[in-house]
């Protein structure tokens, strides 16, 4: 029993810490040098850019994201510990 809210508790702790979907693809984007992709229509800075419209991203109904499909991106690095925060991912 005490191992089970161990561990209840370390999930609670990941998900506090968890940023916003966006914020999740603007780390992946940083990290693995974005701004050398191809193709590369993220406008991360840009607050008012639909991350659901971006290349590579598929969003729900709901706009979670549901895929993330980089492959043919050029990208260079290591993907973020905030990628855990796309909980929808499939």
């Known amino acids: 029993m005490g191992l089970v809210l161990v561990f209840l508790a370390v999930v609670a702790l990941v998900l506090a810490q ?4 966006r914020e999740a693809l603007t780390a992946v984007y940083t990290s693995t040098n974005g701004s050398s ?3 590369n229509n993220w406008d991360v800075q840009n607050p008012a850019s639909d991350p ?4 590579g991203v598929r969003c729900n109904t709901q706009g979670y994201v549901v895929i993330l499909d980089l492959t043919g991106f050029n ?5 973020p510990e905030e990628i855990g925060c796309l909980s929808f991912l499939q």
């Not at 968890?18 to 979907?21: I, K, N, R, T, Y």
Request: proline share 6%; hydrophobic share 40%.
């Open 52 to 55: 659901c419209t971006w290349d």
């Open 75 to 79: 990208l260079t690095g290591d993907l």
């Open 18 to 21: 968890c940023v916003s979907e």
């Open 37 to 39: 992709w191809l193709p």
